[in-house]
């Protein structure tokens, strides 16, 4: 006689509780790993920008510069040339630290840079639109100080605050 055994498969249709357990304790250590660099390309990106910003300080620097040599102002303590149809104040042939100034030579977005004159005088800031504070809370930006006498670049200072926990 013939007999016929059968084999009983046991399907399995949810995770035991030890599975769930393993799989959160895996997903906690990969983002504890995963989240301060990913903060810290943030602040990488910030610097990037900050710096690319600084680049176009520069050039305005230069450019302005040009221009008042070529107008014969470069040694006025304070003149007006034309670049690109827009009149910009100058202080020694360089863009003066003012919205007429520095703030008409360089023009960025709102939505990447806030602008305004520092509370120095004759100084200008700029600073991520990603913060929600001025400048100095922020410890983030970047300054331009106009020239203080014939001869005298303007001072373009970078601060990016502390690596640990203020800053950009």
């Known amino acids: 006689m013939l007999r016929h055994q059968y084999q009983y498969r046991s399907y399995q249709y949810a995770f035991t509780l030890i599975e769930m357990l393993a799989v959160i304790i895996v997903v906690g250590v990969l983002a504890s790993i995963a989240v301060p660099k990913f903060l810290d390309l943030q602040r990488s990106a910030t610097i990037a920008s900050m710096q690319g910003l600084q680049g176009a300080l520069n050039s ?18 304070m003149a007006t040339i034309t670049v690109n149809g827009q009149l910009i104040d100058v ?16 023009v960025s977005p709102s939505s990447d840079w806030q602008q305004r004159p520092s509370t120095h005088l004759g100084a200008y800031v700029y600073w991520p639109s990603r913060f929600d504070v001025d400048a100095w809370p922020a410890q983030c930006f970047i300054r331009y100080r106009q020239s203080t006498g014939v ?4 001072v373009i200072d970078f601060y990016t605050g502390s690596a640990s926990g203020s800053g950009c």
Do not use: K, W
């Open 60 to 77: 305005a620097v230069s450019l302005s510069f040009a221009r008042s040599a070529a107008d014969g102002v470069q040694n006025e303590a």
């Open 91 to 106: 202080v020694y042939g360089f863009p003066a630290g003012t919205q007429s100034g520095i703030g008409t030579m360089v």
């Open 151 to 154: 001869g005298n670049a303007p």
